[in-house]
């Protein structure tokens, strides 16, 4: 039974069997499922089960600071793109769905940028189909790493941020649209820019805001 008490699936258990199974996905709603063993018309026993994702942000970093964590290691590492661990520490399995930089980043997911907030563009690179995937799926206990498939840290002229010949600092939030109910996930971090002569060729320090 669904946390509404409504009907969420029934299952036939052959005789001798100690378990039963059901796919829940990644679009159920969270909260307390009930499991009502019949025999007939007999009620033999119940159980609850609360099926809760509760994904957290471990690491985020980007390919030019931080090669080893890219899919191929150090050699050609995509320099522009970014990655972000995470860990399901909930009971219920959930999906990201979008990988999203906003603030003070050269080429953010907004207007100044590829603009794809908001829409069905998941910015999620597969390294394995080397294409960009509509999810990743996070089961409860487990962790990911995803990279993204647009390039958020990207040095364009005319673009959200651009090197220039004095420092420069802010913020930009980090976030990850899930298939389950409720807020996204998100994260604020420091950013700063070198001084360089060159449009897009500063160093980029990042480190957790506050």
Same mark, same amino acid.
């Given at each position: 039974?669904k &946390? ?8 036939d ?10 796919d829940?996905? %990644?679009? #159920?709603?969270?909260?307390?499922? !009930? ?5 007939g /018309?007999? %009620?033999?026993? @119940? ?6 994702s /509760?994904?957290?942000i471990i690491?985020?970093?980007?390919g030019?600071n931080?090669p !080893?964590?890219m899919?191929?290691?150090t050699?050609?590492?995509p320099h ?6 995470i860990e399901?520490?909930g009971?219920?399995?959930?999906? =990201? @769905?979008? *990988?999203?930089?906003f603030g003070?980043? &050269?080429?953010?997911?907004? !207007?100044n ?9 998941s910015?999620?690179y597969? &390294? ?8 990743? =799926?996070?089961? &409860?206990?487990?962790?990911? @790493?995803? #990279?993204?498939?647009r390039m958020? *840290?990207a *040095?364009?002229?005319g673009?959200?941020?651009v ?17 389950t %109910? ?5 994260k604020?971090?420091? =950013?700063q820019y070198?001084a360089?002569? !060159? ?5 980029? @320090? ?5």
């Amino acid at each position: 039974m669904k &946390p509404n008490g409504s009907l969420f699936g029934t299952r036939d258990v052959a005789q001798g069997a100690s378990r039963v199974s059901f796919d829940v996905g %990644t679009t #159920y709603t969270p909260g307390e499922y !009930e499991l009502v063993a019949v025999n007939g /018309d007999q %009620t033999v026993g @119940t159980t609850t089960r609360t099926l809760r994702s /509760d994904l957290q942000i471990i690491e985020m970093g980007i390919g030019r600071n931080q090669p !080893e964590k890219m899919w191929n290691g150090t050699d050609g590492s995509p320099h522009s793109q970014a990655f972000v661990t995470i860990e399901n520490q909930g009971s219920g399995p959930t999906a =990201v @769905t979008q *990988f999203l930089f906003f603030g003070k980043v &050269p080429y953010s997911s907004g !207007e100044n940028g590829t603009q794809y907030a908001g829409t069905d563009v998941s910015g999620i690179y597969d &390294p394995e189909s080397n294409s960009e995937i509509e999810r990743v =799926v996070v089961p &409860p206990g487990g962790s990911k @790493t995803i #990279y993204s498939s647009r390039m958020p *840290f990207a *040095f364009i002229r005319g673009g959200n941020v651009v090197c220039t010949d004095y420092q420069q600092s802010g913020t930009f939030k980090l976030s990850l649209e899930t298939s389950t %109910t409720g807020p996204s996930l998100s994260k604020t971090y420091d =950013v700063q820019y070198s001084a360089s002569e !060159e449009f897009n060729n500063c160093s980029i @320090t990042i480190k957790e805001d506050g």
